[in-house]
């Protein structure tokens, strides 16, 4: 049993060969279940009833509702709803709920016809997320984990905005130690989805980057600006008029499912607490993730490691977070990988790492059968395992990377 438990600790259980057929068969099933559902579907309805996609749908809609001057209506659920019944004949309803900032990218979009729409926004986002892998870690081994990362099927398979979340974050991060004007800009663009911006401004403020924060300020006020002289007042109106429906019917009484949120407010939502408990909770774990986040940041730590804090924390900071947001947790590891080949492994590391990758494929079954919020637990280990490291690295012990003096975000190419 002692030298079970040395092989767990050191990660020696975790060879290079089983590494790879890991991750081989991972992309294998992702692609076998993509090809099964495409295959079995009827035109755009999979073999279950739901538009292929299932959430795509939503956006799709959402953006030639657009097209055709509607604009507006996309927040109207009834009218919304209406236009997705029309299109797929199906009784299933996908709200729309992001900010009129995002519209206009599925308006773009829905210039196509809907299936050819969905594969163009899938190809273009994945394209975009594990170029942005690369740029953390550049190696083979590091896109076939990425691209076999079981949020990634979770992710193609709703046409989801996982992808486009962790190039931007992730991209920002990449780019900010010499790039601030840039990585701002990516960092204004996730205004579209503005439950992950909470501990950004925080962060950069205590980092002193002063011209992210500026780029990222006038990227926003540009894009709101574009919405106005679009589609006007009413848009804006109307996208704050669905907040409370959105709240009151899909976060709090999950409605979607709870399996699916990975928040500390769903873990006590799914095990029957009121809302008052809930929210105290989430409230609980954003602070305290917000404290932590601003000691990393403002100190000497590893630039990987604020990145890894950041990206993991923006996930642990709100309610609303699904499994297929988990992508943004993928570029944590590959952060978090990128600073231990560096300077090595803690004990213990690279199992958490390993039992992290795996959770977004599990996590979702797991808590419909047993409560159990593997998601969560397995962001909220990987943060506390970031803490210990930057502890490490600030007094010096093993297993502490030297890149916090001058801040870079070097890849590791060896």
Known sequence: MTAVIERFASGAWLTRPLIGLVGALMVVGTIAALAALLVTAHGAIDAYGRPLGTDFSSFWSAGRM?????APQAYDWAAHFE????????ELYYPWSYPPVFLVVPMAVATLPYLPALFAWQAATLLAAMATLWAILPRPSALLLGLGFPAVLICL????????????LAGGLVCLPRHQVLAGVLFGLMAYKPQFGLLLPFVLLVGGDWRAIAAAAVTVAAAVTFTFALWGLPVWQAFLDSIPLTRLVVL??????????????????????????AYGLQGLVTGAVLVACLWIWHGRASHRL???????????STPYVLDYDLIVQGMALAFLVAHALEGGFHPWEKTVLALAWIAPGAARSLAAATYLP?????????????VVRVRSERVGLPGSSGDAPDRRCVPHTT
């Open 252 to 277: 709090e009484p999950g409605n979607t499912g709870f399996e699916k949120f990975q928040s500390a407010f769903a873990w006590m939502r799914m095990w029957g607490a009121p809302l008052t408990v």
């Open 157 to 168: 398979g709703h046409g989801q905005t996982g992808f486009l979340s962790g190039a931007l």
């Open 66 to 70: 657009a097209l055709e001057g509607r």
């Open 374 to 386: 593997l998601g969560f637990l397995a962001l909220a280990a990987v943060f506390i395992m970031i």
């Open 83 to 90: 236009f997705q019944h029309r299109v797929h004949g199906v």
């Open 306 to 316: 604020k990145a890894a804090a950041l990206l993991t924390g923006t996930l642990l």
